[in-house]
């Protein structure tokens, strides 16, 4: 079976600094992607991020990078100089070709991220 | 481009009546699907589709039904709602293979 997981159901950061939140995930797959999405309060699902688990280079987008530990099975998102837009509920999602869902996502519970001025 | 279209935004049923969640794409996407998410919990896949003509049940399949009569629409029945299937109902589609599924506005479902 795949599972995400997210340990942090609450995280705050000041504005303009940097905050981490982490992400585990557990597949036997090599054939593996895995995102970052973002919902603010107005439910939007929004990617943030992509990151294709055979590859070793961490993706980056603005300020938005993830760390990518492919044998530790993380992937944790960095978000740099945080600004108010950012406070949202943080969700890390997986999939692969698994026969019984066709690269259907999988999600964690998600992170609640305040940024407070 | 409209992207991903779920209509409608919220709606309130009675126990027993049944409903249909549209969900339409423009973006020719093969791949297709239905999501619910409750309080707490993240996504939960309902039922997908590969295809038109091809649909399979997800991880919480009980009580919906889908059909894929064409590329662009997925729609999602509650046959006879119930409490337990109030939920915000997320409808998502992407091209093939591990790229990014785009994800419609949702539809906030309350059930009496």
């Known amino acids: 079976a795949q599972t995400v997981t997210q340990s942090q159901p609450e995280m705050s950061v000041q504005e303009a600094e940097t905050v981490t939140l982490s992400c585990t995930y557990d597949t036997s797959e090599s054939d593996y992607y895995l995102f970052w999405y973002k919902q603010p309060p107005s439910r939007q699902m929004i990617l943030v991020i992509r990151q294709e688990a055979y590859k070793q280079q961490n993706a980056t987008e603005n300020r938005f990078s993830v760390n990518f530990q492919k044998a530790a099975k993380s992937f944790s998102l960095k978000i740099s100089d945080s600004q108010l837009g950012d406070a949202a509920m943080y969700f890390c999602?997986?999939?692969?070709?698994?026969?019984?869902?066709?690269?259907?996502?999988?999600f964690g519970k998600g992170t609640s991220l305040l940024v407070t001025p | 481009n409209a992207g991903v279209t779920q209509t409608p935004k919220f709606q309130v049923l009675k126990t027993g009546q049944s409903m249909t969640l549209q969900c339409a794409q423009d973006m020719n996407h093969e791949y297709m699907s239905w999501y619910r998410q409750d309080p707490g919990m993240g996504l939960r896949l309902i039922h997908y589709s590969v295809g038109a003509g091809i649909t399979d049940q997800g991880e919480v399949p009980n009580g919906y039904n889908v059909s894929r009569s064409t590329t662009e629409d997925f729609p999602l029945r509650l046959l006879s709602a119930a409490p337990s299937q109030t939920s915000v109902y997320f409808c998502a589609s992407r091209r093939t293979g591990g790229q990014p599924q785009h994800f419609g506005d949702g539809t906030r479902l309350s059930i009496l």
């Open positions: 999602a997986g999939g692969g070709p698994n026969s019984n869902s066709g690269y259907a996502l999988n």
